[in-house]
C-alpha cells in the first residue's frame, strides 16, 4: 500500500470547508484540492446517483461569457458546431480544434436566455478545469477583436444529476422543471441569478448549475439537506462517465486525437462539414470519407483485472492493436469496462480482443456505448 | 499481528505467514473490486510487489512483508473480493508464505505501535 501526499499549495473552490466539513477525502485535480470521496465510498456514490440524485461540485471547471458583434459566428473559427445556428436557450458540446484537427479541449456553449427571452448575453461556455488557462488564451488570441471574454471566477459550478434531479430541483426552481436535455435557462433561485442547463457528465437526467461564488454553500447545503441528495465525489463522477461513454479529456481525448478518431462526429455539423471552414478540416474531412487510422470504443473485460488507462489492447493472435485511455470497474454493470482506440477493421461490437494487463492478456469484446443507457429527458 | 508502514499484516504461526492489508487499508481502498494473489511456489523478497488490490477508482500494489516461499493463496478472493473490506485481517487475508527467515518479523510493528504510526498518518 502507498500513499502520495500533497506537496504545493491548491486552488480551492467556495465549497472547499463544505466537503471537508463533510467527511470527504480531498486529492489534487486540475490544480485545485477536490473531492475524490466522501464516507459513503465511490461505489455507493455511483449507485446513489443512478438511483436517486448526486450533487457534485464542479467549481475548478472553467466558466465565461463571450461577447461581442456576433459571438457566435465568431466561436466557428475554433470549432466545428453550427454557433450561428444556435437559438437562444439552447446549448450545444463542441470542440476546440487545433490547425491539425487535434482536440484543444471538449466544452460545453450555451445561449441562457431568462423564462420570459430576455437575458441573452452572449456565447456562455464552460471548459475543462485542467485546461481553461490555455483555451482562455487560445479563444482571446485567435478572436481578438471579434469577442471579448469574460471569465466567471467569482462563479461555483454545482451538477445535480440522476433521475430524482428534476423533483428535487423544482422544489427551488420550478421553471428548471420545464426544461429539455440540452436546454440553457437564466434562471432566479435561492435568490440569486443562476445559469442553468439540462445537462451533466453522468448519463443520467440532471442539470449543471452556475452559481455566485458566495451563496455556492448555502445552496450546496440545501440541497443536501433533501433526502434524496447525496454529495458525489469525482471519483464516482469518473465512474458514471465512464458507464455512460462519455470521453474525459487528457486520457480519451487530446491534441492528437481528432473528433472521427475520438467517436465525436456529432459534433461535426452537417454545414460546416459542407463547408469545411474549421481548423483541421483537412484531416477531419479525410477521416470522415475515407475512415479514420484508429477509432475509440468501448471494451467489455471478460476477464482478469480491471483494464486501466495505458493497458495494450491486442489481436486475437497477440499483436498489439491499441491502448486502453479510460478503464476501470463499473459499479452498475459490477464488471470491469474500458474505453480503447483501436482500429476501424476491430471495433465493430462483438469483436474479441485481448487487454494486456501486468503481462497477462485477458479477453474482451468491443461493445456499443454508452455501457449504460443515457437517461436525458428531451421532452419533459 | 505485526504491521508494515505500508499497511499489511502478518501473522506467523511455525514458519509459516499468514499476510494480508490492515484494517485502514482496506478503509482507505474503499469497495474492493478485484484481487490479484501471489501464485503459490513463487519466492518473494521483504518489500517487494507481492499482490495487487483495486477498487472501482485504481489498482494498488500490495508488498511482501516478509520473504519466503508462498505456499498457499487466498483463491476466494477472485469470487468475493469484497472480503478484504468485510474482515480485512481475518478471512480477507491473501496468501501464506513459509518464511526464510523468521527473525524478519521482529522488524515489523506489533499493534500498539501500528496505531501510534497511523495517529502520526
Known amino acids: 500500500m502507498s500513499s502520495t501526499a500533497l506537496d504545493r499549495p491548491l486552488k480551492t473552490t467556495p465549497l472547499s470547508e463544505a466537503h471537508v466539513a463533510l467527511g470527504a477525502r480531498m486529492v489534487e485535480f486540475a490544480g ?61 458540446y463542441s470542440l476546440l480544434l487545433n490547425d491539425d484537427g487535434g482536440i484543444i479541449d471538449d466544452l460545453m456553449a450555451a445561449r441562457p436566455i431568462s423564462p420570459d427571452g430576455t ?24 478572436l481578438a477583436g471579434q469577442v471579448t471574454i469574460q471569465r466567471l471566477e467569482d462563479r461555483a459550478l454545482l451538477a445535480l444529476q440522476g433521475p430524482k434531479a428534476a423533483q428535487v430541483l423544482a422544489a427551488h426552481v420550478p421553471e428548471a422543471a420545464g426544461m429539455a ?20 457528465y453522468t448519463g443520467e437526467d440532471g442539470y449543471e448549475i452556475s452559481v455566485p461564488g458566495e451563496a455556492a454553500t448555502r445552496i450546496w447545503n440545501t440541497l443536501l439537506a433533501d433526502e434524496r441528495v447525496r454529495p458525489i465525489g469525482l471519483g464516482a463522477r469518473d465512474s458514471l462517465r465512464l458507464e455512460a461513454g ?7 481525448l487530446d491534441e492528437a486525437t481528432s473528433p472521427v478518431e475520438g467517436g465525436l462526429n456529432f459534433a461535426l455539423s452537417k454545414r460546416r462539414r459542407e463547408a469545411g471552414d474549421f481548423p483541421g478540416a483537412d484531416r477531419i474531412l479525410r477521416e470522415l470519407a475515407d475512415g479514420p487510422t484508429r477509432v475509440r470504443v468501448g471494451l467489455n473485460i471478460l476477464e482478469g483485472a480491471p483494464a486501466r488507462e495505458g493497458a495494450e489492447v491486442a489481436d486475437e493472435r497477440g499483436a498489439v492493436v491499441g491502448v486502453v485511455t479510460s478503464g476501470g470497474f463499473s459499479p452498475s454493470l459490477r464488471q470491469a469496462i474500458a474505453l480503447a482506440f483501436v482500429p476501424p477493421a476491430l471495433a465493430q461490437p ?17 461493445t456499443a456505448t454508452p455501457f449504460v443507457p443515457h437517461r436525458y429527458v428531451r421532452k419533459p | ?87 480485512p485481517e481475518a478471512s480477507g487475508w491473501f496468501a501464506k508464505v513459509r518464511v526464510s527467515d523468521p527473525s524478519e518479523i521482529e522488524k515489523l510493528m506489533d499493534r500498539a505501535a501500528y496505531e501510534a504510526f497511523l495517529a502520526t498518518q
Not at chain 1, 51 to 68: K, P, T
Not at chain 2, 32 to 44: A, C, D, H, I, S
Not at chain 2, 51 to 66: M, R
Open chain 1, 32 to 92: 485545485y484540492s477536490m473531492p475524490v470521496q466522501y464516507p459513503d465510498g465511490v461505489m455507493k456514490e455511483h449507485l446513489w446517483t443512478r438511483e436517486n440524485a448526486g450533487l457534485f461540485d464542479v467549481s475548478h471547471m472553467g466558466q465565461a461569457r463571450l461577447r461581442g458583434a456576433d459571438p457566435f459566428a465568431a466561436f466557428e473559427a475554433l470549432t466545428p458546431g453550427d454557433f450561428s445556428g444556435l437559438k437562444p436557450g439552447k446549448q450545444r
Open chain 1, 119 to 142: 437575458g441573452d448575453d452572449g456565447l456562455f461556455v464552460v471548459v475543462n478545469g485542467a485546461c481553461k488557462e490555455n483555451d482562455f488564451e487560445v479563444i482571446g488570441r485567435t
Open chain 1, 181 to 200: 436535455f440540452m436546454d440553457a435557462r437564466a434562471l432566479t433561485g435561492f435568490g440569486v441569478d443562476l445559469i442553468v442547463s439540462r445537462t451533466g
Open chain 1, 246 to 252: 462519455l470521453p474525459l479529456y487528457g486520457h480519451d
Open chain 1, 350 to 366: 462483438g469483436t474479441p480482443l485481448k487487454v494486456l494487463v501486468r503481462g497477462k492478456a485477458q479477453a474482451a469484446e468491443v
Open chain 2, 1 to 87: 499481528m505485526r504491521f508494515t508502514k505500508d499497511h499489511e499484516w502478518v501473522v506467523l504461526e511455525g514458519d509459516v505467514a499468514t499476510i494480508g492489508i490492515s484494517a485502514f487499508a482496506a478503509e482507505q481502498l474503499g469497495d474492493v473490486v478485484f484481487v490479484e494473489v501471489p501464485e503459490v511456489g513463487k519466492t518473494v523478497k521483504a518489500g517487494d510487489p507481492f499482490a495487487v488490490v483495486e477498487s472501482v477508482k485504481a489498482a494498488s500494489d500490495v508488498y511482501a512483508p516478509i520473504s519466503g516461499e508462498v505456499v498457499e493463496s487466498n483463491d476466494e478472493l477472485a469470487s468475493s473480493p469484497g472480503t478484504v473490506n468485510a474482515a
